[in-house]
């Protein structure tokens, strides 16, 4: 089992930067794969960035060269530093780690972008 909770959401005005963390009850080193995915008011869930237990990156279109996904393996903590926010980016943010073949799911954050 793993609990996860996210932080780190807020209102912040258009090319403004937030930073979201997942905290994770459990050591996110056994992780294979954690993620942040978004979902927007009316639309489905989208998958946003994940990192691997080795490292690799991946992140969606919309959001490379802005948003930086990262783990701090000491505090069990996932972060998305999210720079140069559109109001595109709008949406409760979930953080997903995946243990094996069971995956976990926090309650999410909201960030509204907003002048």
């Known amino acids: 089992q793993a609990q996860l909770v996210e932080s780190g959401g807020g209102l912040v005005q258009p090319g403004g930067s937030l930073r979201l963390s997942c905290a994770a009850s459990r050591s996110i080193i056994s992780s294979i794969i954690m993620r942040w995915y978004r979902q927007a008011p009316g639309k489905q869930r989208e998958w946003v960035a994940q990192?691997?237990?080795?490292?690799?990156?991946y992140y969606t279109d919309s959001v490379k060269d802005r948003f930086i996904i990262s783990t701090d393996r000491a505090k069990n903590t996932m972060y998305l530093q999210m720079n140069s926010l559109k109001p595109e980016d709008t949406a409760l943010y979930y953080c997903n780690a995946q243990y094996g073949n069971d995956n976990y799911w926090g309650q999410g954050t909201q960030v509204t972008v907003s002048s």
């Open positions: 990192i691997t237990h080795e490292g690799t990156i």
